[in-house]
């Protein structure tokens, strides 16, 4: 059972920095694509970043430059770091997990995931 708590949300001013976390646990997947998503009020759910086993990054347009996704495997733990962070970035932050590598640019769309976290909430004012 794939287990996903994200954490390391708050209230920040424009220009500030947050950094996200995710530890996982119970899957046993040489491949998989990891990723972090958001969904700002009377939003759909969007891809922001997304890793996988073998290291590849993929970012929306929108963060690129300004997040930087990375991965501890020993301690299972997923990472957003995000700079530079602006109003429209508020939102739910989202980790989630999928067997398989990443495929380019489609897996950050979100129907690509069958695990998903709880959330953690980011504001920027």
């Not at 390391?8 to 972090?36: D, E, N, Q, T």
């Not at 998903?116 to 004012?125: A, E, F, K, L, N």
Request: glycine letters at 12%; charged letters at 20%; proline letters at 3%.
């Amino acid at each position: 059972h794939v287990q996903l708590v994200e954490s390391g949300g708050g209230s920040v001013r424009a220009g500030g920095s947050l950094r996200l976390s995710c530890p996982s646990s119970g899957f046993r997947s040489r491949k998989y694509c990891m990723g972090w998503f958001r969904q700002g009020p009377g939003k759909e759910r969007e891809g922001v970043a997304v890793i996988d086993s073998d290291g590849r990054r993929i970012y929306a347009d929108s963060v690129k430059a300004r997040f930087t996704i990375s991965q501890d495997n020993a301690k299972n733990t997923l990472y957003l770091q995000m700079n530079s962070l602006k109003p429209e970035d508020t939102a739910m932050y989202y980790c989630a997990f999928s067997r398989g590598s990443c495929r380019g640019t489609p897996s950050l769309w979100r129907g690509y995931y069958a695990y998903w976290g709880q959330g953690t909430q980011v504001t920027v004012s």
